[in-house]
DNA sequence: ATACATGTTGGCGC
DNA sequence: GGCGCCAACATGTA
């Protein structure tokens, strides 16, 4: 589930919920959900990987971290792993195994919208900035950065990273400059090519080097290999991907 | 069946 | 106190 374009496909299924109130909340994350019966959800936003649902004194925030799921109108995993469940006179929204919890509405005007490269607050010149001021940093790293690139996750870092012919381990200070630029187009184009893709299910389909084994473009083997400080995994071409 | 994966957090040691 | 690294967590799939 978890990119960021995943969560933005699953705000827009719980939108019909926008404007109901809410008559029974249930499930086992530990936050009192009871403040939140007889609420009317306001607002969904989406922060990256994060949702904000939003009433009147308060927002839950679900995080979908790497197992999280969610279904509609019906509970349809077992009970003992549905972490929320929302219920209004029109239906029902679950969330299991995932990160649950309650925030002020304060906590909302805390986040910096602009990093969202799904968002219309979208700043690609403040992504520039962050990436200008971590010259040591890889650009691995850098994709996985939420707070410069949030909703990026580890699919759309390789993918962008074969597009624009980068190695992941190259050094953000070493990248021309017109590399930074692009670097910054696609962490953008590519999260709407996924959510085209991942609406039609034809996501994997499209996928040009992650979980692959030989180079689209050169036919050589590709590199499998954990990189950066997150140790996430890699798969890149070293033929058509230059260290910098 | 064992390992691994679309992610984050909290705790430990320095 | 702050930083960095790593274990922990959770579930489906190969």
């Known amino acids: 589930m978890p990119e960021g374009p995943s969560i933005l496909l699953m705000k827009e299924n719980l939108l019909p919920f ?18 939140f019966i007889g ?30 799921s969610y279904s509609i109108d019906e509970q349809t995993k077992p009970d003992q792993s ?6 209004f006179s029109t239906g029902g929204m679950y969330f299991y195994t ?7 509405l304060e906590f909302l005007s805390s986040i910096d919208w602009e990093a969202d ?35 990026v996750g580890n699919i759309i870092k390789n993918e962008v990273l ?13 990248l021309p400059p017109q590399k930074i630029k692009s670097l ?14 991942k609406r039609e299910f ?11 084994s030989t180079c689209p473009i050169c036919g050589q083997k590709l590199i499998k290999k954990q990189t950066g400080k997150g140790k996430r995994r890699s798969f890149y071409c070293e033929k058509d991907q230059t260290l910098y």
Not at 20 to 34: I, L, M, P, R
Not at 118 to 145: H, I, T
């Open 39 to 68: 609420q009317t959800l306001l607002e969904i936003r989406t922060f990256g990987k994060q949702t904000y649902l939003i009433f009147d004194n308060a927002a839950i925030r679900i995080h979908l971290l790497m197992f999280g």
């Open 18 to 35: 926008v404007g109901k109130q809410v008559t029974e909340a249930s499930g086992n994350a530990k936050f009192d959900k009871e403040i």
């Open 82 to 87: 549905l972490r929320l469940a929302l219920i």
């Open 162 to 174: 074969f597009r624009i012919g980068v190695q992941p381990e190259s050094l953000l200070g070493n």
């Open 98 to 104: 995932c990160s649950v919890k309650s925030v002020d």
């Open 117 to 151: 490269v799904m968002s219309d607050q979208w700043n690609p010149a403040k992504a520039k900035k962050k990436l200008k001021a971590n010259p040591e940093m890889m650009v691995c790293d850098a994709l996985m950065d939420q707070n410069i690139f949030s909703g």
């Open 202 to 212: 034809t996501l994997k389909k499209h996928w040009l080097v992650h979980t692959k």
């Open 184 to 197: 910054i187009a696609e962490a953008r184009n590519y999260s709407f090519d996924f959510l085209e893709w």
